[in-house]
């Protein structure tokens, strides 16, 4: 049986996503977090179920508001003449299935990428990880790229756990937030992180940190850090 036809989404608000979504993709490369075309960047449409991800092998700078993709929550292109990235469906499914999910990012990056071909978690042995991610950065299994396995490693994993970010084995990172932001954000701290506790263990076994202290450290990072108000995130 086919699917419904997607909600409607005003165009204005699908408009406005476009151009987020174009314009984070030029954080990935300021961040040095991905290389020629690699990595990707989606946003959930609010009120709809549609998310913009941007076009397969394009190269950072020739993406605008204008080529980016609009998707169904199955990975089917709804508004754009180029083909989608091919990590479409492994973003669709964790939007089917992870409903607070508002963004969600891929990276190669460097340090985070050591990690996943040694298949093992960054561990939480500095405050800013248990702030951002509030345990460690886990693995996800190996998958093929092509269809949502992918998408099931990525769900499976940080189904119940804290970290907005999974490493995926012999692949790379990805990340979710309430919104595209937020998970470029968990990205770019992703990558800090496992470059900093890699370059620890060449000195020596890191210390741990007590999973009472990560809890705290977590809980006051995301409700009380930062500047309070309607339209402010916590923790920016």
């Given at each position: ?5 997607p ?98 990012v ?19 042995v ?9 345990a ?28 907005p970010?999974?490493?995926?084995r012999n ?12 998970a470029?954000k ?51």
């Amino acid at each position: 049986m086919s699917s419904p036809p997607p909600s409607p989404a005003p165009d204005a608000a699908v408009a406005a996503l476009r151009r987020q979504v174009s314009d984070l993709h030029q954080e990935l490369v300021r961040y040095q977090l991905v290389v020629w075309t690699a990595g990707n960047v989606s946003a959930r449409v609010p009120g709809a179920d549609l998310f913009v991800i941007k076009p397969s092998g394009v190269d950072y700078d020739r993406l605008s508001a204008d080529n980016m993709i609009v998707c169904d929550l199955d990975g089917e292109v709804v508004e754009g003449s180029l083909s989608p990235s091919s990590d479409t469906a492994a973003h669709a499914y964790v939007y089917r299935n992870m409903p607070e999910v508002g963004g969600v990012v891929h990276t190669h990056s460097t340090y985070a990428c050591a990690w996943a071909a040694r298949g093992e978690a960054v561990p939480c042995v500095l405050t800013a990880m248990a702030d951002e991610f509030g345990a460690e950065i886990p693995v996800g299994p190996f998958a093929l790229i092509g269809d949502d396995s992918i998408g099931r490693g990525i769900v499976d994993t940080l189904k119940g756990h804290r970290s907005p970010a999974v490493i995926m084995r012999n692949h790379g990172v990805f990340t979710v937030g309430k919104d595209a932001r937020a998970a470029v954000k968990a990205a770019v701290m992703c990558e800090d992180v496992a470059r900093t506790v890699h370059i620890s263990r060449q000195l020596g076994e890191p210390l741990p940190i007590a999973q009472s202290d990560i809890d705290r450290l977590y809980d006051r990072y995301q409700n009380v850090y930062g500047q309070p108000g309607p339209s402010t995130p916590r923790g920016v």
